[in-house]
């Protein structure tokens, strides 16, 4: 390759292509390519026009021969363009030293190109003296030093940078690892989330402190490249991605600052009508207002489904406004969502759905204490998609709102006046035994049991009448405050206390044969003690 080949390509690299027509086109065909004059496979000019007996082809031949023939001096002297004349042949002649170069002919311009000979060759002609300063540049040892120098400076400048963005990372993650309360103070009670929220907060530190690393390689590698002839195409090519990357960044913002605004209209517009709809639900949660098919147990409910609505609302006038809502991607991003809402909402929307029937039918309510299938206990939490019971055994139970629903719910809270929850148990008793007796020490064991309300008197009812036994139960109010667990153990234990002291045994007979007399009770034991005579 020749000197002025290798020299050529900085500078080129450096020039932007014009879409002229005297220039090589940017998509071009076979034909146009075996015209075009390349140096390092960087098209220069576009030979249309025979000269002589010249063809394009052979233009571009000759031009390449006395490209290769130039010598470093050569490189002192400007090129010149001077008029050219042969015949009817019209163009416009580029030299260096006197030595020519090649023609530009009035046939080599496209008269869709709107470009005069003149100009056409003014452009070549600047071309070739912008790469003639920067072979000089490149060949000149004080420009080197001071590029190098530069450099080295540059250099210098990123270290110091790095090791200010090290420190600053590490002072940031000092400061969070000593920071006890977390970035909430509110949830200070929730350490699984004070914990996450941390993590958070240095994987933050850690990509900021990563992309303003980038950002400092990017300018200093950029700039170094800049100071050199031979890479500096390279490092205007660096820069130049970087300032078209920061206006069209801001040209996108620009453009989006209208349909923000209109956003952002909309949102202020959603939050003061749900703060008033919240004014209005308030004062009917504490009793201040009634609102027919409004109670205090459904407005939570309600205040959460009405802000629900009114956000998604917003959201669907607001979507067309958003910055990107007609780009490819943004579609694309929204049509996954709605899939992924379509194929994993089914279980999830029927468990909603029973929980609005839960709220709304006000069968249960936190604090009520229940029992739901198999599991009893105090309701804890009744939300959207599960309800919780609060055992005696302590601990908790979660169900889902579409099983509570399906099944059989028993509310035991759920009573007139202001008295605690009921509670009962069930006995059998042989028919030796007195039933008059038996509730009489049902009656009497459950006025000894603390917890239980004196003002309601307990109620013994016969179930059933089996085949070796009467079944008993036994009803009685809970005073308020007191837990059904922890009652019922106590009205147990009474009710052993008061069988053992009159002498009563708590047991179911079964007879494998027929009694030598009937199992009866004769009329003077019927009001056995404590029975009242």
């Known amino acids: 390759m020749s000197l002025i080949r290798r020299c050529l390509l900085p500078l080129l690299l450096s020039i932007p292509l014009l879409s002229h027509a005297a220039e090589p086109r940017a998509s071009p065909s076979a034909a146009d390519q075996a015209r075009t004059l390349t140096l390092d496979n960087r098209p220069i000019f576009l030979f249309l026009a025979a000269q002589g007996s010249l063809t394009p082809e052979q233009r571009l031949q000759r031009t390449l021969e006395r490209l290769n023939a130039l010598q470093p001096e050569d490189l002192r002297q400007p090129v010149e363009a001077a008029p050219y004349a042969d015949g009817r042949l019209r163009g416009l002649a580029l030299s260096v030293r006197g030595k020519p170069l090649f023609t530009i002919l009035e046939g080599d311009l496209d008269p869709g190109d709107q470009l005069t000979l003149e100009q056409a060759g003014a452009l070549v002609r600047d071309r070739l003296n912008a790469l003639r300063q920067a072979v000089l540049e490149q060949r000149s040892p004080q420009r080197i030093v001071q590029a190098s120098l530069l450099a080295l400076l540059a250099t210098a400048l990123f270290a110091a940078a790095l090791y200010l963005i090290v420190r ?36 933050l530190v850690d990509i900021t402190a990563l992309l303003c690393a980038l950002f400092a390689g990017y300018a200093w590698l950029g700039y170094t490249l800049a100071q050199f002839p031979y890479t500096r195409p390279l490092g205007r090519k660096l820069a130049n991605a970087f300032y ?24 202020l517009l959603i939050r003061l009508i749900g703060r008033g709809l919240g004014l209005l639900f308030g004062t009917v ?41 007609n780009s490819d991607a943004f579609k694309g991003v929204s049509v996954f969502f709605g899939l992924m809402v379509t194929l994993g909402s089914a279980g999830l929307m029927t468990h909603a759905m029973s929980g609005l029937v839960l709220i709304y039918s006000r069968a249960l309510r936190p604090g009520d204490y229940v029992k739901i299938g198999e599991a009893e206990g105090t309701v804890s939490e009744l939300s959207a998609l599960s309800t919780k019971l609060l055992t005696g055994q302590g601990f908790e139970i979660t169900i889902p709102n579409a099983v509570a629903v399906g099944g059989l719910v028993s509310n035991y809270s759920r009573h007139d006046g202001a008295g605690g929850a009921m509670i009962a148990t069930r006995v059998t008793i042989g028919y030796d035994t007195p039933w008059r007796q038996v509730e009489a020490l049902l009656e009497l064991a459950a006025r000894r049991t603390p917890g239980i309300d004196p003002a309601l008197p307990p109620q013994v009812r016969k179930l059933a009448l089996q085949d070796f036994y009467i079944e008993y139960e036994l009803q009685a109010r809970l005073a308020r405050g007191s837990q059904a667990p922890v009652a019922r153990d106590a009205l147990h234990g009474a009710i052993l206390d008061a069988f053992n002291e009159f002498g009563v045994q708590i047991m179911s007979p079964h007879f494998v044969e027929q009694p030598a007399g009937p199992v009866v009770v004769p009329a003077e034991r019927w009001r056995d003690p404590p029975a009242r005579q």
């Open 168 to 203: 600053a990372r590490a002072a940031s993650r000092r400061r969070l690892a000593q920071s006890p309360a977390g970035p909430l103070p509110l949830l200070a009670g929730r350490l699984h989330l004070r914990r996450f929220l941390l993590a958070a907060e240095r994987q």
């Open 244 to 267: 078209q990357l920061l206006a069209t960044i801001a040209d996108d913002f620009l453009s989006a600052l209208p349909g923000l605004a209109i956003v952002a209209v909309i949102f």
């Open 285 to 325: 949660e504490r009793g201040q207002l009634e609102l027919p098919g409004l109670h205090a147990e459904t407005v939570g409910a309600t205040r959460r489904l009405a802000s629900a609505v009114l956000w998604l609302f917003a959201l669907i006038v607001a979507y067309p406004y958003l910055p990107g809502a």
